[in-house]
């Protein structure tokens, strides 16, 4: 069974720290990792991973994929009140079926 | 670029009635869309994949009969909670993806439906 585990699930820091979000997976015929920040409404789309050891950067966001791991990390430096929200990891698989398996999220809180 | 529109945003029901809600692509045609619900302070769970002109596939656990999903054109699907209960009550969302989008981000979200049901 395709599984998707993020960690911590839950993360307080003050404005300023960096913090790191972790997402691990088991799925066969792995396409794509996607990272998305869900604040109250539908997810927004932050990043996708399709290559291993490739970082994608974004502003203070960054994120990169180890295929040999099976994980991938989200780096958030210089963190803001606004940066507060859940860190939802989700995996496609190749071929036919596009679903995505979502883990479970991190909530992440940036205090001031 | 590509969007995704989900109305309405938000409905209250009574329960043992019916609520339908609609998942656009607004400039793109989608085959394929999916319906997720997600609980409070949950994930989110995939439903069925809303497939234009035949069948959804619906994912394990999910009663076909009681969310039906119809999608009738290449740019709206629609998923009609039946007879709901006061645990149907959640946020559904709806993702599409855009066939031609190679810029990466091909999978798009609405915003969500809040569903209550009293």
């Known amino acids: 069974e395709d599984k998707v585990v993020q960690s911590p699930l839950s993360l307080v820091v003050h404005e300023g720290d960096t913090v790191t979000l972790n997402c691990s997976y088991e799925?066969?015929?792995?396409?794509?990792l996607l990272w998305y920040k869900q604040e109250k409404k539908a997810p927004t789309f932050l990043f996708m991973l399709?290559?291993?050891?490739i970082e994608k950067k974004s502003g203070r966001l960054s994120s990169i994929l180890d295929k040999k791991e099976l994980s991938s990390i989200l780096n958030i430096t210089a963190t803001q009140t606004g940066d507060s929200a859940i860190y939802l990891c989700?995996?496609?698989?190749?071929?036919?079926?596009?679903?995505?398996?979502f883990g479970k999220g991190t909530k992440l809180t940036v205090n001031p | 670029g590509a969007v995704v529109s989900q109305h309405p945003s938000r409905v209250i029901c009574k329960s043992g009635t019916s609520v339908k809600i609609e998942c656009r692509s607004l400039?793109?045609?989608?085959?394929?869309m999916f319906w997720y619900r997600q609980f409070p302070k949950k994930s989110l769970m995939l439903m069925a994949t809303?497939?234009?002109?035949?069948?959804?596939?619906?994912e394990q656990g999910v009663e076909k009969d009681k969310f039906l999903i119809n999608h009738a054109s290449l740019t709206l699907s629609t998923l009609t909670v039946t007879s709901a209960h006061p645990e149907d009550s959640s946020f559904y969302i709806c993702?599409?993806?855009?066939?031609?989008?190679?810029?990466?981000?091909?999978?798009?979200f609405g915003e969500g439906s809040w569903l209550t049901v009293v």
């Open positions: 399709t290559s291993s050891g």
């Open positions: 989700a995996v496609e698989r190749r071929g036919g079926s596009e679903k995505l398996v």
């Open positions: 993702s599409a993806r855009d066939p031609l989008d190679r810029a990466g981000n091909t999978i798009y």
């Open positions: 400039d793109f045609q989608a085959t394929t």
């Open positions: 799925v066969t015929n792995f396409r794509s």
């Open positions: 809303s497939n234009e002109g035949s069948k959804a596939t619906y």
